[in-house]
């Protein structure tokens, strides 16, 4: 990638944040001009990511993780997917920001400043796990439209806020209330004022859930510019599209939300199986909720070396949407035959869970280790990709690695 080219595209706020300081005389910047402390910048070091991470594009910024750099219980920043439909908000300040609450299904209309809704509300952690709907959308054949995630487009950080129940009530509820929608300060990349790059939302009963937070501190810090600094909405279990950033708007509907990203096939799959490559009906299309079953392998890393005659400990982690995951196994024999793992129980409900097993191997050669983990439903996950959608979303097939003993 090209780092002026990437620098140049960049919101005078990200400038800002590579820097430390604010531009003096910014509105003079010659057009396409790379301030000189910025010339040997890269996104990597903007938003303080490790050097492995992958980025997929850069209008918008989406970047994931590979699958070793996540074995840590709680996602650090560095390792932590961005997701963007839009631009990231070129001013944000603290002292002026607001949250307006309103909607045909509110009694009323309330603005909060964000000291308001950190000193009248009360402060809750939780640990959460954050998942893209189109993770492992690369997997699809025949290729489906959008970026192409592999494995890294999770994470689970532990946030701090206050309930988005809280605020609900204090603004009250009418009888007909159904859905809640967001809306943000990041903006369209067509540079249109009036158009939202995305507004999505959730059923009232998935925002009144007591995990349901109004963030605005993320592993005990701020929460980073990239990932919704002041305030963002934070639903854990569900498609993390759902978890609005730069949050500056909450409509409490009488109907389901209707915002960006809500319509057509945007995050949403047939009702019904249809055969690959299919196209599908928006009556047709459900919209995706609670996330499905999965795991991940995040040690050894793929490709990992054994000498013969030594065991080998895996690890990794494990999660279920709004369920609890109940078993993981491991295969070494293309999923013959599974042993399982053992499981710990979640930091808190919506957090994932960790795993670990001890892998003796026969004799030299190759090996994939294959991981699957069932939900408390006792649905498993599928060895191979899941039915096929248009936007390639919801791929919870098994992750597997390569090992080689010598």
């Known amino acids: 990638m090209d780092r002026r080219h990437f ?11 590579a ?3 604010p531009i003096v005389f910014a509105h003079k910047l010659p057009k396409d001009y790379l301030p000189l402390a910025l010339q040997d910048n890269d996104p990597f070091t903007l938003f303080t990511k490790d050097k492995e991470m992958v980025v997929l594009n850069d209008r918008p910024w989406n970047m994931e993780a590979k699958a070793h750099l996540l074995n840590d219980r709680i996602t650090p920043n560095k390792y932590m997917f961005i997701r963007n439909n839009g631009r990231i908000p070129e001013t944000i300040d603290t002292n002026t920001w607001t949250l307006t609450v309103d909607g045909e299904s509110a009694v009323g209309t309330k603005t909060y400043s964000l000291k308001d809704l950190k000193t009248k509300f009360k402060h809750h952690t939780y640990q959460l796990t954050l998942e893209c709907g189109g993770n492992g959308r690369s997997e699809f054949n025949p290729p489906a439209k959008g970026n192409q995630w592999t494995v890294g487009a999770v994470s689970c950080a532990n946030w701090t806020g206050i309930r988005l129940s809280d605020v609900l009530k204090d603004v009250g509820v009418k009888a007909d209330a159904v859905y ?13 004022p009036k158009k939202e790059p995305i507004s999505r939302g959730v059923p009232l009963a998935k925002a009144m859930q007591e995990e349901t937070l109004l963030a605005f501190k993320m592993n005990g810090e701020d929460i980073p510019l990239a990932h919704g600094h002041p305030l963002r909405l934070v639903c854990g279990g569900w498609p993390a599209s759902t978890s609005g950033k730069w949050l500056n708007g909450i409509s409490i509907r009488n109907q389901v939300h209707d915002g960006a990203k809500m319509g057509g096939s945007s995050y949403r799959v047939p009702c019904e199986t249809v055969s690959p490559g299919s196209k599908v009906d928006e009556k047709d299309m459900c919209i995706i909720e609670s996330m499905p079953v999965k795991s991940l392998l995040t040690y050894p890393k793929s490709g990992a070396l054994l000498k013969k005659g030594k065991n080998l400990n895996i690890n990794g982690h494990a999660w279920a949407g709004e369920l609890a995951v109940s078993k993981v196994s491991y295969s070494i024999d293309f999923g013959s035959t599974w042993q399982e793992c053992q499981l710990e129980a979640p930091a808190n409900r919506l957090a994932w869970q960790h795993f670990n097993a001890t892998i003796a191997f026969p004799k030299k050669g190759y090996y994939e280790i294959w991981a699957q983990a069932t939900d408390s439903n006792g649905i498993a996950q599928p060895m191979v990709l899941p039915g096929w959608n248009p936007k390639g979303y919801l791929n919870n097939a098994c992750h597997r690695i390569a090992v080689k003993v010598v």
């Open 19 to 21: 820097l430390g300081a």
């Open 180 to 192: 809640i929608g967001y809306h943000a300060a990041d903006t369209h990349l067509s540079g249109d």
């Open 7 to 17: 620098t140049a595209r960049l919101t005078l706020a990200g400038m800002a944040t």
